[in-house]
């Protein structure tokens, strides 16, 4: 197909799907084969612009709406979902490359935070306390503020927007979408049932773009809070510009978490377990594990893991029983093997190579398999930079306190993991380790929605977490009442100018 026969993608602009007017556009591409699936525009800023008037519009009424109203649609909204899984795993794949069943992981994880928006009734209670003086009673509403708006990376294109978008508009806000250019189809879908639940025109809009997007997403005096996911460069940028405008952001950004393996681990569940976060979604999630520290003992695991690390299948993410599909393009596959190169150029040695890998009916494909270095240093560019592939860097430590050092020594404050049979350990390890989410023989410990995503240091900026309860004070405004009423008859006495009640 040429360029311009290829589907376009559209925005969403006052519940109108409408087609860009923009000359720049940019390809989606199937990371497997290359072939083109649609073209994205670079929305104009008159379209943008267009899309945050909608938002203010619907706004003054969206905001009064009852909350039943509102949760009811994410009732209907979540059975939509479950409904078209398989359609939805299906142009994720085709779109980023994971396999089938993790595209179905990618959606359900979202799916679980619509869930949760259903239950906004309880989540959106402000407190009340009587009496704080005589006859005085206060008591807190959590106010909806505005037009939100959310900047969604390539690497979760269903979870991430389902992380943004229902929540702010169970809370009572309009919001304006910006997906990752590089695989928007998938977020399309999941809007477009959006609006089959039941989602008022302008409530949801939807922008597409790059850097001219997220900077009148920064600017644009209506929008009064940003939610970011993506790297730090980029993540760092959105947060001092959205704030410097005054506007709160939240920014998750990059990571490179650590697992710690001591010896008494159950052996082949802890292989398993870190083969799964390694290599899993060829390294591309945030909560990856790309650097493992064997302690003691443990360090003569190496050669098993290596060994069970060559069993796992790359191929296209449609071919059953694939374990690892392609990266996202050919701009990642290059500087994943460019990270690669360098460290062997450092002096890490390359104990598994998974470059080139033979995918018979794939050849075009971005696929890296998996690849394992040791003797990993933390001068080393491997270890410094997020790799963001199938790359795992192992270290040796003596002890767990050194483990635990070695880990609060790096910036990123994403994710962590220990495996280990020992209580005692695990306790010390959660009090010590100064990262936001912690797993106890658990790779891969992303909250449920009944808390908050709480990464920490380097790779968030802002207070407040998506979804769960954090998210709820992000979405909305504490206005505090603090109430008094007189009597008909009460006739008051003398002028009280203390600070007193
Ligand atoms: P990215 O930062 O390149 O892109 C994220 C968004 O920013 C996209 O919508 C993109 O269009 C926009 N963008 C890209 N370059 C820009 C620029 N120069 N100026 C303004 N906007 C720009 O991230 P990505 O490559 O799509 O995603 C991978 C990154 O996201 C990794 O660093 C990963 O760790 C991170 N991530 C973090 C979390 C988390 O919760 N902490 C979750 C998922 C992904």
Request: proline share 6%; with cysteine; charged share 20%.
């Amino acid at each position: 197909m040429t360029s311009s026969s290829v589907p376009s993608v559209k925005l969403l602009i006052n519940g109108e799907f409408v087609e860009s007017r923009t000359q720049q556009w940019r390809d989606v591409v199937n990371p497997a084969t290359q072939e083109v699936l649609a073209r994205v525009p670079f929305a104009t800023q008159d379209e943008m612009n267009a899309a945050v008037a909608a938002a203010q519009e619907a706004f003054k009424t969206w905001r009064k709406t009852p909350i039943g109203a509102r949760a009811r649609i994410f009732l209907k909204y979540q059975q939509l979902i479950r409904e078209n899984m398989k359609e939805l795993a299906a142009l994720l794949t085709a779109e980023q490359g994971k396999t089938l069943p993790d595209a179905e992981g990618d959606v359900f994880r979202g799916l679980e935070v619509v869930e949760h928006a259903a239950n906004i009734g309880t989540l959106q209670m402000g407190e009340l306390a009587n009496n704080v003086a005589n006859g005085v009673d206060t008591y807190t509403l959590l106010q909806p503020i505005g037009v939100c708006a959310g900047i969604t990376p390539f690497n979760f294109p269903a979870m991430i927007p389902l992380w943004m978008f229902p929540m702010a508009i169970a809370c009572g806000n309009t919001f304006v979408l910006k997906p990752s250019e590089q695989d928007p189809l998938v977020t399309m879908r999941l809007v477009e049932l959006a609006l089959e639940a039941g989602i008022p025109k302008g409530v949801l809009n939807v922008i597409h773009g790059g850097v001219d997007a997220v900077n009148l997403i920064c600017d644009h005096p209506d929008i009064k809070a940003v939610s970011f996911v993506g790297s730090t460069k980029v993540g760092t940028h959105v947060y001092n510009r959205a704030s410097l405008n005054g506007k709160r952001a939240q920014c998750m950004m990059g990571a490179k978490n650590h697992a710690i393996v001591l010896p008494d681990a159950n052996k082949q569940q802890t292989l398993n377990n870190l083969l799964g976060a390694s290599f899993g979604a060829a390294g591309q999630r945030c909560m990856a594990l790309p650097v493992v520290i064997l302690v003691g003992e443990a360090q003569n695991w190496l050669p098993d893991l290596v060994e069970k690390a060559k069993t796992l299948k790359v191929n296209a993410g449609i071919e059953p029983g694939t374990d690892i599909g392609p990266v996202v393009s050919c701009s990642a596959l290059d500087r994943i093997s460019g990270l690669i190169a360098t460290g062997i150029e450092e002096g890490a040695k390359l104990v598994l190579d998974g470059r080139n890998p033979k995918v018979p009916g794939y050849e075009d494909g971005n696929f890296v398999g998996p690849t394992i270095f040791s003797g990993v240093t933390t001068e080393m560019t491997i270890y410094r930079e997020e790799i963001f592939g199938p790359v795992l860097c192992v270290v040796n430590a003596a002890s767990l306190d050194e483990a635990i050092a070695f880990i609060n020594a790096n910036p990123n404050g994403n994710g962590t993991a220990l495996f280990t049979r020992s209580g005692a350990a695990a306790r010390h390890f959660q009090e010590e380790i100064d990262v936001g989410q912690v797993g106890i023989n658990v790779p891969i410990p992303v909250p449920v929605p009944l808390f908050s995503f709480s990464g920490s240091r380097a790779s968030k900026l802002g207070d407040l977490g998506p979804y769960g309860k954090q998210v709820v004070l992000f979405y909305t405004q504490t206005k505090t009442i603090t109430q008094r009423w007189f009597d008909e008859d009460d006739v008051g006495g003398a002028v009280n100018t203390t600070i007193t009640l």
